[in-house]
Nanobody
């Protein structure tokens, strides 16, 4: 098992930046591909980004491509999401998730492909 705790959310203005962190404990962090999802009020959970176990491969939703960067530091058991040029539509609870089975690419956007989840951190972007 792995336990995940997000941090770094907050209230910012449109155009600002934030960096989210996801700290992992338990099993070896590098055993897991990792992802970020978000859920806005009244909307379904949405895939944001994914990173491979070693960190060399990344994948983004079209809505954040070019603005967000996912990364990880396996020595620190931590994953990050650097969010730049934030927009009001980025407002959501952001959750990190761990995939122990290293899902196929067509499954990367699917929440059910991830085994473990954090509680989330709120990001609010004002216009």
């Amino acid at each position: 098992q792995v336990q995940l705790v997000e941090s770094g959310g907050g209230l910012v203005q449109a155009g600002d930046s934030l960096r989210l962190s996801c700290a992992a404990s338990g099993r070896t962090f590098s055993d897991y591909a990792m992802g970020w999802f978000r859920q806005a009020p009244g909307k379904e959970r949405e895939f944001v980004a994914r990173i491979t176990r070693g960190g060399a491969g990344t994948y983004y939703a079209d809505s954040v491509k070019g603005r967000f960067t996912i990364s990880r530091d396996n020595a620190k058991n931590t994953m990050y999401l650097q969010m730049n040029s934030l927009k009001p539509e980025d407002t959501a609870v952001y959750c990190c998730a761990a995939d122990s089975a290293d899902a196929y690419p067509y499954q990367w956007r699917v929440a059910a492909s991830y085994d473990y989840w954090g509680q989330g951190t709120q990001v609010t972007v004002s216009s």
